[in-house]
């Protein structure tokens, strides 16, 4: 059967309907396959977190600067970011299965490679050879449960794809310190080795092949156009803290981005086989779905990389502490998926979305009271109780969404979705990162005026420490000089704490935005939608065209 990726098929078209092998509704999941779709996804992310805890090692094994070392992490986010918008059109032109076997290769391969590697460059290489596959297994994996799974069991599927994606992250840094604490840093990669050839042998035996259009053409200028215009956007958007986002490096890959983008839309809107479908936004319920997950990655990346920097550079806990402090957190995330997900299957998105999302609101506005003297245990409830919304909203959002795109779109989707996802994780991030830094400098400066040296309090405070210098044999200046050192410090350390507390309280109002959202993704909406497009795709009359 010939199958078309015009959103509107035109007369005398055959229609594209439902692929051959679409699963009829009321079939139980292939729970074999599934399983092998989640071993995929969660080694590539998990990967992609498992990393940040090994840089201080790399520095002092290969003699490299923090600048040069963050390449490692730069160089598997930009690659990665990359390849996911053309993961549609090669799922459709050599199919899914296949696809899927060769990311997982490439992914493992890359492990190889980087567990072998020599120098920061040779990593760094490695690294974006790691990410060409690991970038293209998460949308061809939830590409294909959309294929081989029913609709009406959609939900569970993806609840329990779900923990991959929401596990993996929380749980990579716990693993990664466990590993080169107690191993040696090569084993962060080549634990990939035997799982990745397990996944293969099993994706060989189990899965199936997705339906091929041998005569689809590549889109070589929108292929070109989303490459540039996501590895310029990912890189200031991760290279604007430190190089300044209002220097001519950041500002000029901006409008690259942005000139780029526009370039890219106006092709993609008049191409006949575009490399991402943009007519698909013309479905409301689809454009909210994207929208909703945009801002709930932020809700979700807010706690993962504001909380370690909270718990390792204010509390002092060592990395391997952080990691079991918020595994909980995971534990709980993990564990509501696919309860979220059974429950999506019978009602759908609204109240899913609508409790989970509040939880997450308050709780994220709860964490703006911690304090220096927050104890491991309370951060630890507060966080999992935090999870419990995350995990039953979370899944819901993506799905209402993707559950009204006809499936021989369901490729062209999926890397839309995960396009965006990566692209406001990223934005998220730096824009916290922003507004952490901007608001210490604040509190700083606030702290700095109402400290004087002349006040009695301040006087009586220096007087203290030095005696607890002198005692401890430190006199004269340096009693005097590290007595005010130590305020210095205490000032820095309380102005970072604040600063942290007014981020929560701004990612606590960004994941608010969901809310609203949650109305457009009702189960009477999304049936209603689902409905108009499969309309849409049904045979034109006899009399058309005649």
């Not at 939880?359 to 999992?384: E, F, G, M, P």
Request: contains cysteine.
């Amino acid at each position: 059967m010939s199958e078309h990726h015009n959103s509107t098929p035109s007369p005398g078209d055959t229609p594209p309907g439902p692929p051959t092998g679409t699963p009829p509704t009321g079939q139980s999941i292939p729970w074999g396959p599934l399983l092998i779709l989640v071993i995929g996804a969660f080694m590539a992310i998990l990967d992609s977190s498992i990393v940040n805890v090994a840089l201080p090692r790399f520095m002092t094994l290969f003699g490299s600067s923090a600048e040069d070392i963050q390449w490692i992490l730069t160089g598997y986010m930009l690659t990665s970011g990359v390849v996911v918008p053309i993961t549609g059109y090669l799922g459709d032109r050599f199919g899914n299965k296949r696809m899927y076997i060769w990311s997982v290769a490439a992914f493992t391969l890359g492990s190889l490679l980087c567990g072998l590697a020599w120098s920061t460059n040779s990593l760094t290489i490695f690294r974006v050879i790691q990410a060409i596959g690991g970038g293209m297994i998460i949308p061809i994996s939830m590409s294909m449960i959309y294929r081989i799974i029913p609709r009406d069991k959609i939900g569970m599927a993806l609840g329990i794809w779900g923990i991959a994606a929401i596990m993996a992250p929380a749980i990579g840094p716990t693993l990664g310190g466990y590993l080169v604490d107690k191993f040696s840093w090569h084993w962060i990669f080549t634990i990939n080795i035997p799982i990745g050839i397990a996944a293969i042998m099993l994706s060989l035996t189990y899965l199936e092949e997705t339906p091929v259009q041998k005569d689809l053409k590549p889109d070589l200028l929108g292929i070109l156009l989303s490459s540039v215009c996501c590895f310029a956007l990912l890189l200031a958007l991760s290279e604007g803290q430190d190089k300044g986002w209002t220097s001519q490096y950041i500002v000029t890959l901006f409008i690259i981005s942005g000139f780029t983008l526009l370039l890219f839309v106006m092709w993609e809107l008049q191409t006949p086989n575009p490399l991402i479908d943009l007519r698909l936004l013309r479905n409301t319920v689809f454009a909210a779905s994207l929208l909703a997950t945009c801002i709930s990655t932020v809700g979700l990346f807010s706690a993962i990389f504001l909380i370690p920097i909270y718990a390792q550079n204010l509390l002092g806990y060592t990395p391997m502490e952080t990691g079991l402090m918020m595994m909980p957190m995971a534990l709980v995330t993990g564990f509501m998926m696919p309860i979220s997900g059974k429950l999506f299957d019978k009602f759908g998105a609204f109240w899913l979305g609508m409790v989970g999302m509040s939880i997450v609101v308050v709780l994220t506005y709860y964490l703006h009271t911690l304090s220096l003297d927050t104890s491991y245990r309370h951060l630890q409830v507060i966080l999992s109780i935090r999870a419990l919304g995350l995990g039953l909203a979370n899944m819901p959002l993506t799905t209402a969404g993707m559950n009204t795109i006809p499936r021989f779109l369901v490729g062209r989707a999926s890397a839309l979705n995960n396009t965006v996802r990566q692209i406001a994780a990223s934005m998220g991030i730096a824009y916290l990162t922003y507004v952490m830094m901007q608001r210490q400098t604040y509190h700083t400066a606030i702290f700095s005026e109402k400290i004087s040296v002349d006040s009695p309090a301040t006087q009586m405070a220096l007087a203290g420490m030095k005696g607890v210098l002198v005692t401890s044999g430190i006199s004269g200046a340096g009693s005097e000089q590290g007595s005010l050192s130590i305020i210095s410090g205490l000032v820095a350390r309380q102005s970072f704490m604040n600063a942290l507390n007014d981020t929560f309280v701004v990612s606590a109002y960004i994941v608010a935005l969901v809310l609203p959202l949650m109305f457009l993704l009702s189960k009477k909406r999304v049936e209603q939608e689902r409905k108009r497009q499969e309309a849409k795709q049904l045979p034109p009359s006899p009399l058309i065209g005649q």
